[in-house]
């Protein structure tokens, strides 16, 4: 191995370790993508985590310089083809592997300043927030999953649109009370969050519902490089889902989860069900 690929392969492993370090449930739903994509899906997660946490953590710095200097970074690295970033070096190589449009790339960074001075949406703003900070990431994903055939991607686009949609949606109730609370953010238009009505989580539920059964329609037509990856994603926030519902009368009161075991428990029972579905 010569030294720049080892290069590559280390900031790769950089990748991964952040996936691995900050989320659980997609760690293990990349590792049971096929071993040639696998790591293409840690470098998009790598750079999506960075710049969130750009965002969302580092209050005691000037976060819209970090995130100033992390945009100019990223298109830097993607025309040079090679950054001192690990993180980004990684990311331009998948985006210049799979020519992921750079409209989405534009999208979620945009959505990302969204976060440092919007505090709350209507419904045209939290549309387009949701779209560049989770539609399009499924995007960037499918573009890999479809290896750039732009007649399956494009017949794709809407489901995984709908499936990152309602990670997103998922997330935001998941965390209503630390984003109102410690933020001062309210992903919900024209709800009051410290007066939530039986007819406003209804509605909520209803929407997120909605997404789930669209995207599954997509998930299923998937090559099975990413089928089962990409499913069981789908099964642990769709459960995560349920639970939230579940404990609805806490959601501004703690932060729902779901426990290791349980995880493990609905990787098998998601491995059961697609290959029972497979000798239909």
């Given at each position: ?20 370090n ?11 993508l ?16 960075v ?47 799979f ?13 990302m ?6 505090s ?12 560049g ?6 995007l ?6 479809v ?7 494009e ?12 990670f997103?949606?998922?997330n ?25 009505s ?24 998937l090559l ?10 789908y ?14 009368h ?6 729902i ?6 995880k ?7 491995w ?7 000798y239909?």
């Amino acid at each position: 191995m010569n030294s720049f690929n080892l290069y590559n392969k280390t900031t790769l492993e950089i990748a991964k370790k952040i996936t691995t370090n900050y989320s659980t449930s997609f760690s293990i739903g990349t590792r049971l993508l096929g071993a040639s994509i696998r790591d293409h899906i840690y470098a998009i997660y790598g750079f999506v985590r960075v710049a969130d946490e750009i965002v969302d953590t580092f209050h005691q710095f000037d976060k819209q310089q970090l995130l100033d200097e992390f945009t100019r970074d990223t298109y830097l690295a993607i025309d040079r083809k090679i950054s001192t970033n690990p993180v980004l070096h990684s990311f331009q190589h998948t985006v210049n592997t799979f020519n992921i449009d750079r409209s989405l790339i534009d999208a979620f960074l945009k959505s990302m300043s969204f976060d440092l001075d919007k505090s709350n949406y209507d419904e045209s703003s939290i549309n387009e927030y949701i779209y560049g900070s989770a539609e399009v990431v499924g995007l960037m994903c499918l573009q890999i999953f479809v290896n750039g055939n732009k007649q399956q991607f494009e017949q794709l686009k809407p489901y995984a649109q709908s499936l990152g949609a309602a990670f997103q949606k998922v997330n935001f109730l998941r965390d209503i009370g630390h984003d109102y609370n410690e933020l001062g953010r309210s992903y919900f238009p024209g709800i009051d969050i410290n007066h939530l009505s039986e007819e406003n989580i209804s509605s909520i539920f209803k929407d997120i519902e909605h997404d789930f059964q669209h995207a599954l329609t997509g998930i299923n037509r998937l090559l099975a490089s990413s089928k089962f990856g990409v499913y069981v994603a789908y099964v642990y926030y769709y459960n995560l889902f349920e639970k939230l519902k579940k404990n609805k009368h806490l959601l501004m009161k703690k932060r729902i989860r779901i426990s290791n075991s349980k995880k493990l428990y609905l990787i098998f029972k998601a491995w059961f069900k697609l290959k029972a579905v497979s000798y239909e």
